[in-house]
């Protein structure tokens, strides 16, 4: 996998050349305040938005009382605000409906959904993705190791990170598919929660193989800045295909159902295909979990226990703790 590979999977690289397929999506430039916010380990969350006036006298008098040690000149902790980014986060959130799907350049906060009050990642205003993203280790990885696994020695591409907010739709796990292509050919295809088994997927996996392979001749075959590459689909109750990201094809990116091995050499590809798939030359594997037998825990389970919540938890954390309560006060009065 070589760094121009992954710099070609940025969301801001491919989504003017295949917008009319896919969800819509705003994309903002990220300050470099909030970048740096992003990866201090101090205050968990800001607010991103004004409290009910009703509020703002208790809150000051409040955060007066609260002295962080014996020291005093300690003065208060005063959450970090970035006013002319949130003002244009919210415009877009607004013009996507008013909820939105947050990610950076490639990595969207998934390993982090379990902290959000609504154990989603659904998001309704700046402060939402600022608990998300701060609280993942996908996050963290795209803004300081994004070219780990590439193998060319050459310097790393300079980098302008952006906040991606794409349209909020409800879409069901069972019915998103990842795709493996090498040398603009269509290898694989995998369910994408391969942890569950959907009756539905084993019944139809002929059907969602062949309406998948149409989309790709169709609309991303030879149409991507790579010739090796993997893209994520989802197929709407109506069959109707759409894309929803792309990822590098090398070891960043998880082959869920596939190893690197099977993908990189093709051996054991071929074994699976039926006696009437062997006929298409073009035919890729389809694989997804075909019995119950074999559901397996979420993946995203070893991430919902950590230093943070430890710190919440425990109290060790007082920064952190306020920020949380402070949160889930205004998601209150919201509701």
Known sequence: MKKEQVVHCQFSVWYPLFRAVTIRSVILPLPENVKEYLLDDGTLVVSGREDPPSHAQEESDDAEEIQWSDDENTTALKAPEFPEFTAKVEEAISSLGGSVFP????????????????????????SDIFLLFKSSDFITRDLIQPFIHCTDDSPDPSLDYELVLRKWCELIPGAEFRCFVKENKLLGISQRDYTQYYDHISKQHEEICRSI???????????????????????????????????????????????????????????????????????????????????????????????????????????????????????????
Not at 118 to 124: E, Q, T, Y
Not at 245 to 273: H, I, R, Y
């Open 213 to 335: 392979q149409e989309f790709f001749k169709k609309h991303i075959q030879y149409k991507f800045l790579d010739e090796d590459f993997v893209f994520d689909v989802y197929r709407d109750s109506r069959g109707k295909i759409w894309l929803i990201d792309f990822n590098p094809f090398g070891e960043v990116t998880d082959s869920l159902l596939f190893t690197w091995e099977e993908l990189t050499s093709g051996k054991n590809l071929k074994g699976d295909q039926g006696e009437g798939e062997a006929t298409e030359q073009d035919s890729p594997v389809f694989r997804c979990t075909n019995s119950k037998v074999t559901v397996q825990p979420s993946p995203y389970l070893s991430y919902r226990l950590p230093k943070d919540f430890v710190d919440l938890s425990t109290g060790e954390d007082v920064h952190k703790l306020i920020d949380f309560l402070k949160l889930k006060r205004n998601q209150q009065d919201d509701d």
């Open 103 to 126: 990610k950076l350049n490639w990595s969207a906060p998934r390993d982090a959904y379990w902290i959000a009050m609504n154990s989603s990642l659904k998001c309704k205003a700046l």
